[in-house]
């Protein structure tokens, strides 16, 4: 069985740091491309930040540009979010993906493979 498991979620005063972990299990994602996204409360799901297969390309929201940072271990199967400067209005589930269908990342692509999520809280 094919899962996601995030990690590093957590409460961090507002323009704190915070990093999250995304390892998958029951397969390799090596050439997949991986992804962020969050959800909010009363809101929708959103896009965070994509990496390709390799590290090589790399796709952020406008509000998370400059601020955070993905990347991924292809030898440890883990993909991470850097998180700076974390506002208040980061908080939200956030939600570790990836797509083996596809090796880098397109918006109109549906990701098949999602985690249960890491709640990501900051306060003022």
């Known amino acids: 069985q094919v899962q996601l498991v995030e990690s590093g979620g957590g409460l961090v005063q507002a323009g704190g740091s915070l990093r999250l972990s995304c390892a998958p299990s029951?397969?390799?994602?090596?050439?997949?491309?991986m992804g962020w996204f969050r959800q909010a409360p009363g809101k929708e799901r959103e896009f965070v930040a994509a990496?390709?297969?390799?590290?090589?390309?790399?796709y952020y929201g406008d509000s998370e540009k400059g601020r955070f940072t993905i990347s991924r271990d292809n030898a440890r199967n883990t993909v991470y979010l850097q998180m700076n400067s974390l506002k208040p209005e980061d908080t939200a589930v956030y939600y570790c993906?990836?797509?083996?269908?596809?090796?880098?990342?397109?918006?109109?692509?549906?990701?098949?493979?999602w985690g249960k999520g890491t709640l990501v809280t900051v306060s003022y």
């Open positions: 990496i390709n297969w390799n590290g090589g390309r790399t």
């Open positions: 993906a990836a797509d083996p269908s596809n090796s880098d990342y397109r918006p109109t692509y549906g990701m098949k493979y």
């Open positions: 029951g397969r390799t994602f090596s050439s997949s491309v």
